[in-house]
């Protein structure tokens, strides 16, 4: 080789090596707090196990899910609020799997970047390990990528892998609904992770001062309004799930609840939704209010205060209901199903809005 020759080097193309093994080294203690049976609290391996005999199954079949958090990451990224978001991307996982009835085992992240700043990225997985905790799961390994020319400055994106597990025959699959159940609704914690590509078209056509306090909410900056992670319903639902108690679960993330209702509906079931059973939160109403939404579009949207719909049988709404608030959640009695075409219906004061498209036909053509 030439002496004239430079001498290239990973680093000088812009990758890390020495920056991605103290980012190991530094969450491995945010890694072992999210441990739990069946998971060890070791990382840095090709691949990570999980024992569901040691987690306390006997039958057990696995679901799995994936999912990332949208563009909501880019309001974490412009406004420097990277603690919480990947609670978010647990959620959005999490909260798949516990409407198959599945309780939520393992989890593993995805975090791409341009650069890698070990403390941006520590903060955004302290958060997933959060959420983990709050799930239930153990987080169990991931990858961390530093793509140079990939991403712009400070830019980074998540993804996010669970497997959970039901006992076989436990799972729900809707089968059980029919006319004459009746819908829960369980309160939002706000946008969740879902149309933030409205509201950050919004932000900019309106100019919103975004460190300033809410006009609907004086004791919080809007931005915070904004990015409140996504609620994890998990621990408060799988009891009540185990206890037989819910026929069907419907987690309400983008298309809102007409979209998503229908994809837990066996054919013959319609659901009938009141929109005045609940309140719109402040927050939807401002974010209505703001782009002149019309409300079948918010209904199509956004969650508009409701994260999670359940259906039950008659007899089983109060002790559901009493169940759901003593642990935490702000529960609504917001419709039935009736007998019809497969779909929802969304009707209210301000109108009434239909789904009664074949989900599975429209979404995975």
């Given at each position: 080789?030439?002496?004239n020759?430079?001498?290239?080097?990973?680093?000088?193309?812009?990758?890390?090596?020495?920056?991605?093994?103290?980012?190991?080294?530094?969450?491995?203690p945010?890694?072992?707090?999210?441990?739990?049976?069946?998971?060890?609290?070791?990382?840095?391996?090709?691949?990570?196990?999980?024992?569901?005999?040691?987690?306390?199954?006997?039958?057990?079949?696995?679901?799995?899910?994936?999912?990332?958090?949208?563009?909501?990451?880019?309001?974490?990224?412009?406004?420097?609020?990277?603690?919480?978001?990947?609670?978010?991307?647990?959620?959005?996982?999490?909260?798949?799997?516990?409407?198959?009835?599945?309780?939520?085992?393992?989890?593993?992240?995805?975090?791409?970047?341009?650069?890698?700043?070990?403390?941006?990225?520590?903060?955004?997985?302290?958060?997933?390990?959060?959420?983990?905790?709050?799930?239930?799961c153990?987080?169990?390994?991931?990858?961390?990528?530093?793509?140079?020319?990939?991403?712009?400055?400070?830019?980074?994106?998540?993804?996010?892998?669970c497997?959970?597990?039901?006992?076989?025959?436990?799972?729900l699959?809707?089968?059980?609904?029919?006319?004459?159940?009746?819908?829960?609704?369980?309160?939002?914690?706000?946008v969740?992770?879902?149309?933030?590509?409205?509201?950050?078209?919004?932000?900019?056509?309106?100019?919103?001062?975004?460190?300033?306090?809410?006009?609907?909410?004086?004791?919080?900056?809007?931005?915070?309004?904004?990015?409140?992670?996504?609620?994890?319903?998990?621990?408060?639902?799988?009891p009540?799930?185990?206890?037989?108690?819910?026929?069907?679960?419907?987690?309400?993330?983008?298309?809102?609840?007409?979209?998503n209702?229908?994809?837990?509906?066996?054919?013959?079931?319609?659901?009938?939704?009141?929109?005045?059973?609940?309140?719109?939160?402040?927050?939807?109403?401002?974010?209505?209010a703001?782009?002149?939404?019309?409300?079948?579009?918010?209904?199509?949207?956004?969650?508009?205060?409701?994260?999670m719909?359940?259906?039950?049988?008659?007899?089983?709404?109060?002790?559901?209901?009493?169940?759901?608030?003593?642990?935490?959640?702000?529960?609504?009695?917001?419709?039935?199903?009736?007998?019809?075409?497969?779909?929802?219906?969304?009707?209210?004061?301000?109108?009434?809005?239909?789904?009664?498209?074949?989900?599975?036909?429209?979404?995975?053509?």
């Amino acid at each position: 080789m030439s002496s004239n020759t430079p001498s290239y080097t990973y680093e000088q193309a812009g990758v890390s090596i020495d920056a991605g093994n103290r980012l190991v080294k530094a969450i491995g203690p945010l890694v072992k707090a999210t441990m739990r049976p069946g998971a060890d609290g070791e990382i840095g391996g090709f691949g990570g196990f999980f024992d569901p005999k040691a987690a306390g199954y006997k039958d057990p079949l696995l679901v799995a899910g994936n999912d990332g958090v949208g563009t909501k990451v880019k309001l974490a990224i412009d406004h420097d609020r990277h603690d919480r978001i990947g609670i978010d991307l647990v959620a959005m996982c999490v909260n798949d799997l516990i409407v198959q009835g599945a309780e939520p085992l393992f989890f593993l992240d995805y975090f791409a970047t341009g650069k890698l700043d070990g403390g941006v990225a520590e903060r955004v997985i302290a958060g997933i390990a959060e959420g983990c905790k709050m799930a239930g799961c153990a987080l169990i390994g991931g990858e961390t990528a530093e793509m140079p020319g990939m991403y712009a400055d400070g830019d980074y994106d998540l993804a996010g892998f669970c497997v959970g597990a039901v006992e076989r025959g436990e799972q729900l699959t809707g089968e059980k609904v029919a006319p004459g159940h009746v819908l829960l609704g369980l309160a939002s914690s706000g946008v969740h992770s879902n149309g933030y590509s409205l509201v950050r078209r919004l932000a900019a056509d309106k100019g919103w001062k975004m460190e300033s306090p809410a006009l609907f909410d004086q004791e919080r900056l809007l931005v915070d309004a904004l990015i409140e992670p996504t609620r994890i319903y998990v621990k408060s639902l799988l009891p009540v799930i185990r206890a037989g108690k819910i026929d069907a679960l419907a987690h309400i993330t983008g298309g809102g609840l007409l979209e998503n209702v229908p994809r837990v509906l066996p054919d013959g079931a319609h659901a009938v939704i009141d929109a005045d059973a609940w309140e719109l939160p402040r927050l939807m109403a401002f974010l209505q209010a703001q782009g002149n939404i019309e409300p079948g579009e918010m209904a199509r949207t956004f969650n508009t205060g409701i994260g999670m719909l359940l259906a039950v049988t008659p007899d089983n709404v109060d002790g559901v209901t009493a169940d759901l608030e003593a642990a935490g959640e702000t529960v609504f009695r917001i419709g039935d199903i009736v007998e019809g075409a497969k779909g929802c219906t969304v009707k209210g004061s301000a109108g009434t809005w239909s789904a009664k498209t074949d989900w599975e036909a429209t979404h995975n053509a």
